[in-house]
């Protein structure tokens, strides 16, 4: 195809035995085929009009008429020719585009595709029109990209990492197969490989984990700026901040856009000095990936803490008649602050006697400066004081050697009680004072002589109790000794006192009758205000209670009773000589609830003897096994 025009390609030639020196042919191309070609109408030579294009035609056929005319008539000869044309390598490979840009996500497994090249060659003949590709890195790194030199497909080789690559341009080019290696021919374009983000990137904090505040801050101040880097691009890098845990009394606030975390409540560092704060940095990728982070934050601290005595008074003692120096006490002031904000003097305020005593600036022990006089002044009031405001009272007492025996008020009592007071019940509270001081002005109390397991005494309270129920009848007094001791541990001393308990009577016991029943023998013709029989009756109980009266039950006219001396007097004349009676005589003593007992006098002649028969010969009856006393 790259022959060029006005030279002979060919010439048609007559058979040889038709050919004559002088024989006149003329050569003509039928008019409607290609004018890519003319013929020299004389010698048949073929000539090249134009250049011929492979690509356009690869083939022509021509109708050459040979116009004889040594004929007569001239005869037409028709000769076909065919005519190939041969492909030469004149065309390069090209592409569509000069630049392109193909993007592809960063996850993706080796061996994706990521782009199909596609050039295109103008030569007909296979070799010349047979694309290869290649491809060349722009810069001088790793090249994660296989393009395939037939197919031209760009797969990945390695794992892809926006965060590493954000892109790669190539050179890629395309090159035909012409056997000739100098006739081969080429293009190139120029492929920018934009790697896409895909959400694979944690945050991560920059900004350090520990900070410090001072107490005193107002409430909005800046503590800290929370600080976390995400590579990852767009959404899957846009960080925000929450506050987790350990956000006490929600003392921060947290400002999820910009990290600042600021104070939320005033701070005080004597309640809380510490705060781990579990802080969270959230990308806003989908899904989101998160990180987290211990923030401590550390209080500081400022003298803003008055200190304080463990005690607001402190009480001690001291034995008089010591040498001075001796140790009284140490007190003991806190101040919540911290470091030297925290450290304390102590001092004594002037008072009443405060020379008598001084104080360690450093650890607030007192010592005396003197001998102490407990008859001088018993009783001393210091206030001390550490080196702000503060202040603690100190009451300080002279300690007494046991010198006082208890005392009691009486050196004997007397006291009644009644005999029916019931088991426990107090009877006396005795009382011994003592001047002395602790244990040796602490009175113990107890009991000396035999008090026949009846009374006991509180050893503590001094309160006399009795321990069985009593009875006059039995004893009427007890007389016993008390005695009140200290409870010194280096001879103790004791006073001792006179009890005497009178048991006062109650009325608990009936009459009860000598005799009973009592038998009387009056002859008939005893006269009248004679006394026929006499009733005898005792009660264990004294005065009142045992003074017993006599009474008959039913009235009589016959007979008569004598209410003290229980004579039973005859006041009329009997009727016959065999007269007989029985009469009720009732015992009743003088208490204010009277108790009494029944007894029968029978009364008959001499010729009349009375006889008794019992209605029944046996006598049954029942009785609950609770019944009160007295129960009919």
């Known amino acids: 195809e790259n022959f060029k025009p006005a030279q002979v390609l060919n010439s048609l030639k007559w058979p040889d035995n ?11 191309i039928a008019k409607d085929d290609d ?20 690509e356009t035609a690869s083939h022509f056929l021509l109708q050459v008429i040979i116009k004889d005319y040594n004929n007569n008539p001239p005869q037409n000869t028709t000769v076909f020719l065919s005519i190939n044309v041969e492909d030469q390598n004149d065309h390069s490979p090209y592409f569509q585009d000069d630049f392109v840009v193909i993007g592809i996500e960063e996850n993706v497994p080796v061996g994706t595709l ?3 090249f596609n050039a295109k060659d103008g030569d007909g003949s296979f070799l010349n029109s047979k694309i290869q590709y290649s491809l060349e890195l722009s810069n001088m790194g790793v090249n994660p990209f296989l393009i395939h030199p037939l197919y031209g497909t760009l797969t990945t080789a390695f794992p892809l990492d926006r965060e590493i690559t954000h892109s790669v341009i190539l050179t890629v080019s395309a090159a035909d197969q012409a056997i000739n290696l100098t006739d081969r021919r080429l293009d190139s374009l120029a492929a920018k490989i934009i790697i896409l983000d895909i959400n694979d990137n944690n945050p991560s904090f920059k900004s350090s984990p520990l900070s410090y505040v001072m107490e005193d801050v107002e409430v909005g101040f800046l503590v800290h700026r ?22 006490d009394n929600k003392a921060f606030v947290l400002d999820k856009i910009t ?18 704060l579990t802080v969270m940095a959230l990308d806003d990728g989908s899904p989101a990936l998160s990180s987290t982070q211990v923030l401590t934050i550390i209080v500081l601290d400022v003298n803003d803490e008055t200190p304080v005595f463990l005690k607001q008074l402190y009480e001690t003692a001291v034995h008089e008649n010591q040498d001075p120096g001796e140790f009284v006490i140490k007190v003991e002031a806190v101040d919540r602050d911290a470091g030297l904000n925290s450290l304390l003097r102590y001092e004594i305020l002037p008072g009443t006697g405060y020379e008598k005593f001084k104080m360690n600036s450093d650890s607030g022990e007192l010592i005396t400066t003197a001998s102490l006089d407990r008859e001088t002044q018993e009783v001393f009031s210091i206030k001390g004081s550490p080196s702000r405001s503060s202040t603690a009272q100190l009451y300080l007492t002279v300690l007494d050697e046991n010198d006082h025996n208890p005392w009691f008020a009486k050196t004997q009592y007397q006291i009644s009680v009644r005999e ?24 113990m109390y107890s009991l000396i002589d035999n008090t026949f397991g009846a009374f006991a005494i509180d050893s503590v309270t001094g309160s006399i109790v009795t321990t069985k129920a009593l009875d006059r009848e039995t004893k009427s007094q007890y007389t016993f000794r008390v005695v009140a001791s200290d409870c010194s541990i280096h001879l103790p001393r004791s006073t001792t006192l006179s009890v005497v308990v009178h048991v006062d009577d109650v009325n608990d016991n009936d009459p009860i009758f000598l005799q009973n029943p009592i038998r009387a023998f009056v002859p008939a013709e005893t006269p009248v205000n004679e006394t026929v029989a006499t009733v005898r009756a005792e009660d264990m109980d004294v005065g009142s209670n045992g003074a017993v009266v006599f009474s008959l039950n039913v009235a009589e006219t016959v007979f008569q009773i004598d209410a003290k001396t229980g004579d039973v007097i005859l006041q009329e004349p009997l ?6 009676t029985q009469l009720l005589v009732t015992a009743s003593d003088q208490g204010i609830s009277p108790r009494t007992a029944t007894a029968m006098v029978i009364i008959f002649t001499e010729e009349q003897e009375e006889e008794f028969l019992f209605s029944h010969s046996l006598y049954e009856a029942s009785i609950p096994e609770n019944s009160a006393a007295g129960g009919h």
Not at 259 to 276: F, H, M, N, V
Not at 427 to 437: K, N, Q, R
Request: aromatic share 8%; net charge negative.
């Open 420 to 443: 029916d007071l019931e088991e426990g019940s107090a009877i006396l509270d005795l009382f011994a004072s003592d001047e002395d001081d602790g244990l040796n002005g602490e009175v």
């Open 114 to 116: 990521v782009y199909t």
């Open 575 to 580: 009727a016959s000589k065999d007269f007989s």
């Open 259 to 276: 990290g600042l975390l600021s104070t939320a409540q005033l701070l005080d560092r004597e309640i809380q000095e510490r705060y781990s």
């Open 18 to 28: 038709h050919l004559t020196t002088n024989r006149k042919l003329h050569f003509s």
């Open 35 to 54: 004018d890519h070609f003319e013929i020299d109408s004389l010698t048949g030579d073929l000539f090249l009009s134009k250049e011929l294009d492979y």
């Open 226 to 247: 929370i600080i976390a880097k995400d590579p990852d691009e767009g959404r899957n890098g846009q960080v925000t901040y929450h506050i987790l845990s350990g956000n």
